[in-house]
């Protein structure tokens, strides 16, 4: 069955970096696209970007751009997630999410499995 | 402010059926196929529901179905059950350099 296991919560200072990590397994790694999705307290779904893991390349969000780098290893079927000069506004749940759509027919957009989240705490 | 508009919440009696909107523009819902529904329960993570407008994945009950007209799409949940209980966000592909937008999602109460 897929799984995607992410890391453990984070309580990080203002301008710090925080490194979020997300294991896959039960399908083929680099065969689906992965985003990643952020949820401040009480707010709505927040995309953030997508990586392609069989070949790294990456897009992501416009209000992210700069101060977000998403990284692959497929030796160990693990995404990351690095989100620097970290403000309060960052405080958020962090998931990883994978793309419904077979890689080879582009991303679909879609995100059918869900990591179980990642709680990152930014206060001074 | 999300980029695409939901009704902050919905209630109907169990049996009853419910639909809740999501309206965005020609650059997102009504531009492309590529609207999706979440459920996510309190303090869990979001569980697809309905993919590209309509699409079913295996497992979810077909008491969900989704549909799309212009710029607005709907998921509507029929004989309302309790565990039916959550919020639900849309989602879409845009064309603008964010790629993905999300609703601000419906909590859907059951009576």
């Known amino acids: 069955q897929v799984q995607l296991v992410q890391s453990g919560a984070e309580v990080k200072k203002p301008g710090a970096a925080v490194k979020v990590s997300c294991k896959a397994s039960g399908y083929t790694f680099t065969s689906h696209y992965m985003h990643w999705v952020r949820q401040a307290p009480g707010q709505g779904l927040e995309w953030m970007g997508i990586?392609?893991?069989?070949?790294?390349?990456?897009s992501y969000a416009q209000k992210f751009q700069g101060r977000i780098t998403m990284t692959r290893d497929t030796s160990t079927s693990t995404v990351y997630m690095d989100l620097s000069t970290l403000r309060s506004d960052d405080t958020a749940v962090y998931y990883c999410t994978r793309d419904g759509a077979q890689l080879i027919a582009a991303a679909g957009y879609y995100f059918d499995f869900w990591g179980q989240g990642t709680l990152v705490t930014v206060s001074s | 402010q999300s980029a695409l508009t939901q009704p902050a919440s919905v209630s109907g009696s169990p049996g009853q059926s419910i639909t809740i909107s999501c309206t965005g523009t020609?650059?997102?819902?009504?531009?492309?196929?590529?609207v999706s529904w979440y459920q996510q329960h309190p303090g869990k993570a979001p569980k697809l529901m309905i993919y590209?407008?309509?699409n079913r994945p295996s497992g979810v009950s077909n008491r969900f179905s989704g549909s799309k007209s212009g710029n607005t799409a709907s998921l509507t949940i029929s004989g309302l059950q309790a565990e039916d209980e959550a919020d639900y966000s849309c989602?879409?592909?845009?064309?603008?350099?964010?790629?993905?937008?999300f609703g601000g999602g419906t909590k859907v109460t059951v009576l």
């Open positions: 990586i392609n893991p069989s070949g790294g390349s990456t």
């Open positions: 020609s650059s997102d819902v009504g531009g492309y196929n590529y």
């Open positions: 590209d407008v309509s």
């Open positions: 989602s879409s592909y845009t064309s603008s350099s964010t790629h993905v937008v």
